[in-house]
């Protein structure tokens, strides 16, 4: 599932927001991005306002996120937990 965000203007897409469900009770977002030069405009709390209404009726929504980024989540009402992670640095392609 995807939400994207355009500029009306310029047609270039300019944020967007993804969703992994299982379409029955779980669903994890794994990115929420927005160009640089089009933050702090409210895009992002729209895009994430927009998904969670689409993922409404499902028991769990779970996303990562670094700590300094929980207190816009907790705007929606979304709880910090303790859980675990794998991080392949090396399957990142370098420049």
Do not use: W
């Amino acid at each position: 599932m995807i939400v994207l965000a355009q500029d009306v203007d310029s047609k270039a897409i300019i944020g967007f927001i993804t969703a992994i469900t299982d379409h029955v009770l779980s669903a994890y977002i794994p990115l929420l991005e927005v160009l640089p030069e089009y933050q702090n405009k409210g895009i992002g709390t729209q895009l994430l306002r927009l998904m969670l209404e689409e993922l409404s009726t499902f028991y769990m929504i779970d996303l990562s996120c670094d700590s300094a980024l929980q207190p816009f989540y907790k705007k929606f009402r979304m709880q910090e937990v303790k859980g675990m992670c794998l991080r392949n640095i090396s399957a990142i392609p370098s420049n």
